[in-house]
RNA sequence: GCCGAGAUAGCUCAGUCGGUAGAGCAGCUGAUUCGUAAUCAGCAGGUCGUGGGUUCAAGUCCCAUUCUCGGCUCCA
């Protein structure tokens, strides 16, 4: 269904020639997002045969983590009596539980307590951690009793709807937990473990907003307190790459409330950035065929309900704008008019739109219409986030129209843009997942168009093409578009949350919405297929993840300043202003001379600070033998050589769009 | 949207029990012309997010509001 995922369909490539892999250069891209802690990489394939004794600390540490959360479940209701549980399940870096708290919230300030709290417990002796299981009826009657309604409620779910015919308790000294388990025998077990409290936040029962609003306690938990330390370590050394505090540093944008929330703006350091992402994907573009078109930002609301997107997406658009107008009619009476328009969330129909134009032959197919198309849509507001999630995107949009023989290649030719694209990005810290209708959804027919041939079809191709690019991915029942399958690209930002970057859909329903038809070689209608594609998804997304993988040192072709020149002396500006004009000029090379009067160990402080890639001393020596002394940021070893010589060897390397300079 | 936390100079922050606002960096001015991550001095800069309220007195307390941040099924 239409979610607010970034980007819709792109298009597939006019040849699919396999392309060469790009040169590697530099150090094989670490990886962009690296989790923060439990860099888990999603698993894509069977999880390679890991030793028995490694699955036996795996899963310990899940029994530890699982038992320490009903310590702190513990914890809690000691020290806010008569609060009830929720869940409390081990998780990827530690474990988390639900409460309804009784009594004064709980915030940051408690931890201290609720840590000594749950100390205490761990060692004040040694209590096993009874296991037992009950009948059904036997089950309920005890949960009646010890009023917890949020566990009664699901344990009436595990039986009525599951037809569970037992249910099992857990009980650690004076605390009972309704819990599959499995946890430690003995609390002496959890006694070596490192954990500490993360964070307190607000957490829906069930994660749905109509139900209680619970207060969620995260902590981080590990085997012992050294692997706590390093994750926590290594957690806040991944906060400093964040894109939000970066990004701010950087001058790369801005939030202005008076603006309004959602909606950055970009200075000129950020402008950079999106210009060279554009002119990268117009170029990769444009060697498969694309065409490119433009779409105003407006649009009247009609289209959408004809494209059938008003209902899954009417709580995700801007309200609707009416435009009141009197006109004189024809009998000389005048009447009001009314046109609505709304902010466009996408631009699927007015590409569509553009596709209708004209008369279509099979001849023209596949047609691919591309543009970087302004969008808006009504997040929520507590879901904003950054660059992340806004209101106002830029998305790298494209539409490929094409016949049904046609999807496997043109499916192709997506994926191996993409693989290009991260290819010379150094992205690699992804996973694509393939994400198909599910029949049996509840919501059913409000969710996905009904046609369960075209389903099982459009998911056959979009498999057997994904299966064929050798892009290893991973397939997810349920989150389809609403016209079709879709394969995300799904990253995972430095704060840990996984993010979809890019997304790419065939859409078998909407061209039928609006018409659309080629005439084929039979000289009938025929209705083409649409693939949606957005490599880049947004900007704005995408460029968060990029200030993050690059921790804001980007590499030179994408840098806003890409070479610095200091003078030792005010006496060598000259010299060092005609080598910035000859780089600007001639060679649109981003070039600054650094003017200020600090002395130069203070300019390459600050030319540090700002992560400019290149940095060239001008002082007597180099002046006396026209040449340059060039420090790269990140390398200690720095070396003189001739202004030609760094002149070439840069231009080099934003032609290449290399990761380094090229040697 | 909802739960919680936060908002003090351009940035990062301090500000006690309520007594009328501070530092560092950045900026500006001057001096310094200097060879590899911070030269020295001076100046300027704040309606303490906004609006109300309590008080002799509010950055500090109360209410409302705006914005930001974290979180909102990794299920017993």
Known sequence: MARLAPGRGPRPAVSCRPRPPAPRRGPPAAALLEAPVSAQDVQVDAPEAAAPAALDAAAQLHRVR??????????????????????????DDGFYYDFIIKGDPITDADFPAIEAAMKKFLTKGTLPFEREELAAADALARIAGMNEPYKAEYARELIEKKGLDTLTFYKTGPFLDMCDGPHVESSRELRKAGFKLKSVAG????????????????????ASKEELDAHVTAWREAQERDHKKLGKELDIFVIDEDIGKGLPLWLPNGTVLRDELEKLAKELEFKRGYHRVATPHLTKVGLYYQTGHMPYYESHMYPIMELKETVEGPDGKTQQVREAYCLKPMN?????????????????????????GQCYRFEDSGALSGLLRVRGMCMNDAHIYCTEDQIHAEFLSVMDLHRDL???????????????????????????????????????????????SG??????????????????????????REETASTNQLDFAVPARLGLEYTGADNQGHRPYVIHRAPL???????AFLIEHYGGAFPTWLAPVQVRLLTVSDRFDEYAHNIVNDLRQRHMIRAEVDLSSDRVQKKIRSAAVEKVPNVLIIGEKEVENGTVTLRRYGVEQQETLSAAAFTDRIVRSVQARSRSLLD
């Open 203 to 222: 957490a829906y029962w069930r994660g749905n907003s109509n139900n209680a609003m619970m207060t969620r306690l995260y902590a981080w938990c590990f």
């Open 348 to 372: 699927c129909p007015h590409h569509h739109k553009i596709f209708a134009s004209r008369k279509r032959s099979y001849r023209d197919l596949p047609l691919r219409f591309a543009e970087y």
């Open 537 to 543: 998804g947004t900007h704005e997304r995408f460029i």
């Open 422 to 468: 991260y290819d010379i990005l150094g992205l690699s810290n992804y996973y694509m997942r393939f994400s198909t209708w599910d029949p049996e959804d509840p919501k059913g027919a409000a969710k996905y168009v009904n046609d369960p041939e075209a389903w099982e079809k459009s998911q056959h191709l979009v498999r057997q093409a994904m299966i064929d």
């Open 66 to 91: 699982h038992s320490l959360a009903h310590v702190l479940a513990q914890a809690v209701l000691e020290l806010r009596p008569g609060s009830t549980l929720g869940f409390g399940p081990p998780i």
């Open 471 to 496: 892009l290893p991915f991973k397939e997810v029942k349920g989150e389809a578009a609403f016209y079709g399958p879709k394969i995300d690209v799904q990253f995972r930002t430095v704060t840990g």
